[in-house]
């Protein structure tokens, strides 16, 4: 399961990452975007989607299953190991990016200290993805802030 999660090529230095587990000053990824958070994108009545994995990895979705939203913390390294396409610059955290994929997921992407963020909607059916984009760029730089300095 969490190697569906993975974004882009290093899947395997990702795996082992995250099978090192949390630290007792890494970030939750559902903390970072709480539900309230992803009712931003997602509406009011997102839901946690399925059962809380590990501390890296967090999923809401709509309740009609339409949007699915993924959070996933890895090491700053992957930041440029594992970078989302399309990417514009944005200034979140320490650097920033946001795209559109070919795919039609909003991606949000950003590395602040050790740490890389990616925040990803999959829109099953709805609205664009490009609609999602402003709402998205909202929750990343609040996560951002909630990861302090």
Do not use: W
């Amino acid at each position: 399961m969490m190697g569906s999660l993975l974004l882009g090529g290093s899947s395997l230095l990702a795996a082992a990452a995250i099978a090192a587990g949390p630290t007792a000053q890494e970030p939750e990824a559902c903390k970072l975007v709480d539900l309230a958070s992803a009712q931003t994108v997602l509406g009011s009545d997102a839901v946690s989607h399925g059962a809380p994995g590990a501390a890296g990895s967090c999923q809401y979705r709509s309740a009609d299953a339409k949007l699915i939203l993924v959070v996933q913390i890895l090491p700053v390294v992957l930041y440029d190991a594992s970078p989302i396409t399309p990417r514009e610059p944005v200034e979140i955290g320490d650097r920033g990016r946001y795209g559109v994929g070919t795919s039609g997921t909003a991606n949000v992407q950003f590395a602040k200290g050790k740490y890389s963020v990616t925040l990803r909607v999959t829109p099953m059916s709805g609205p664009p993805a490009t609609e999602l984009v402003e709402p998205m760029l909202e929750i990343a730089r609040l996560a951002a802030e909630r990861m302090g300095n």
